[in-house]
Structure formats: C-alpha cells, structure tokens
C-alpha cells in the first residue's frame, strides 16, 4: 500500500510561535512529503509491498537502509503531527499518568529523563516515550529510527533534527524541548496510543 502524505490535524499556523507555519510548510509540505515520494519509489520492488507501514519499518531495518530511512521518517511523521496539538502540554490524563509515576518515578522525572534524552541525542535523531514489555522507558535513537525496530511501541516522540526547530529555536534546542513538552504535546493522543497497545 502506497505511503501518503495526511493533512497536518490543524492549520499551519495552530501553534503559534511554539512552531511556526513556516517551519509546518517547510517540515510537513517539503520534509515528510520527501519522504513519502521517495519511500514509495524504494517501496517498489522491495518485497515489501502491500505490507503495513509498520511491517514495512521492521522488515526494511538492517537489510534495506534507503527505504527503511524513508518509511519509518514517514511513520514518525505521521505520529508527530498528532503528538502535537493547539494549547497542548499541561494534565497528563489519569491512566497515563499513573503508569508514567509507576514507571518512571514521577511526571517531573519523566520530563527531566525525556528532555535529556532530546538533548544528549548527538545530531539528527528522535527522543520517546515508548511502551518495552509492558513497561514505560525513555530511549533515544539517530535518524530515522524508532522503538519499533527496538521491540517497543513508540507512544511520545520529538523530532531533533535542525529542520524541527531551527527556524523558531536556531540553536537552543533544550528550549524547544521544553517548550515541547509544556506546550505543544497533545496527551490525549499518548493515551491512546497506550491503550492501543496494552
Ligand atoms: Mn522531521
């Protein structure tokens, strides 16, 4: 099934100064539908085909680089989209939150151990919240990858490549990563993901 590039879930300019809609036209318009033309192209012919954009990720990692970089920056695009969303940030819904403090310590921890993550992640790369044998962790990866190919379910992601934050942020990117996680996430969309997988 061919990829395809979704709306963003709100207008370019719904985040305001968090994430312009210069950088929207710029990550979502010319970035992730980068990575749809060209995941596509590769998508042909690989053996791949007619699999799930998950499987597609997983079966693609360590064997097909070209086209495992393309699918999973699309699968992480798709997700980062929503991971977001107008005056987001603030309460961590009830259930997600009692697993984060079980899990992890305490909501404070988390976004110490989930910023820190973005910030030490050398060069381009994402940070997550990601749900391992039942188990909430913070983890960190380089490009494109993400704890699918790890055995996990991706639940939070930040994108810290330049293109994410440059524009509004040039180079602070500890200011975007907290300016992520205080402003923008949109957690009921982390709830969900984690009930979907548990
Ligand atoms: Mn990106």
């Known amino acids: 099934m061919a990829f395809e590039l979704p709306e963003l879930p709100y207008a370019y300019d719904a985040l305001g100064d968090y994430m312009s ?9 010319k970035h992730h539908q980068a990575y749809v033309t060209n995941g596509n192209k590769l998508l042909e012919g690989s053996g791949l085909e007619g699999k799930s954009l998950e499987d597609v990720v997983k079966g693609s990692f360590g064997t097909n680089a070209g086209l495992f970089n393309n699918a999973a920056q699309h699968y992480n695009h798709l997700h980062f989209w929503n991971w977001m969303k107008p005056n987001g940030g603030g309460a961590i819904p009830g259930e997600l939150e009692k697993r984060i403090i079980a899990d992890l310590g305490s909501v404070a921890a988390f976004r110490d151990a989930f ?9 381009s790369g994402w940070a997550w919240l990601a749900l391992v044998d039942g188990k909430l962790e913070v983890t960190k990866t380089a490009n494109g990858e993400n704890p699918l190919v790890h055995g996990g379910t991706p639940l ?14 040039r180079n602070a990117r500890p200011k975007y990563l907290e300016t992520f996680f205080d402003n923008m996430v949109n957690w009921e969309y982390v709830a969900k993901l984690l009930d979907d997988a548990s």
């Open 115 to 123: 910023i820190n993550a973005g910030m030490t992640q050398f060069g």
């Open 156 to 169: 939070l992601g930040v994108d810290v490549w330049e293109h994410s934050y440059y524009i509004d942020y």
């Open 21 to 29: 809609a210069e950088t929207f036209e710029y990550h979502h318009d």
